[in-house]
């Protein structure tokens, strides 16, 4: 299983990135796929969560409405749309995937059994 994500980079606050992570090695359908971001000093927080399979997409409070998490099944890709991006969202974005359709535990790492390298997302005020 393999994990690859891309589209990070420098921004100032109120533009927006695309982040999209390259998932093989897996039947795509059969996975819960999402994000987590960790910044300096921090604890990981979960950021979003789709299971493309069942239809759902999940997304923290902090970034309700500005985010959208979607999938591309016949890339076996999953993309994160950040706009209307703040100097708090800047951290390293990790994309994580576990072998289920539905997460009870969405924003527990522990409940991720694959993680990307991680894409550092930096905003600037």
């Known amino acids: 299983v393999q994990l690859v994500e891309s589209g990070g980079g420098l921004v100032q606050a109120g533009g927006s990135l695309r982040l999209s992570c390259a998932a093989s090695?897996?039947?795509?359908?059969?996975?819960?796929i999402g994000w987590f971001r960790q910044a300096p000093g921090k604890e990981r927080e979960g950021v979003s969560c789709?299971?493309?399979?069942?239809?759902?997409?999940y997304y923290a409070d902090s970034v309700k409405g500005r985010f959208t998490i979607s999938s591309d099944n016949a890339k076996n890709t999953v993309y994160l749309q950040m706009n209307n991006l703040k100097p708090e969202d800047t951290a390293v974005y990790y994309c994580v995937a576990v072998r289920a359709l539905l997460v009870l535990k969405l924003w527990v790492p522990s409940e991720y059994d694959y993680w990307g390298q991680g894409t550092q997302v930096t905003v600037s005020s």
């Open positions: 090695g897996f039947t795509f359908d059969d996975y819960a």
């Open positions: 789709i299971s493309s399979s069942v239809g759902r997409t």
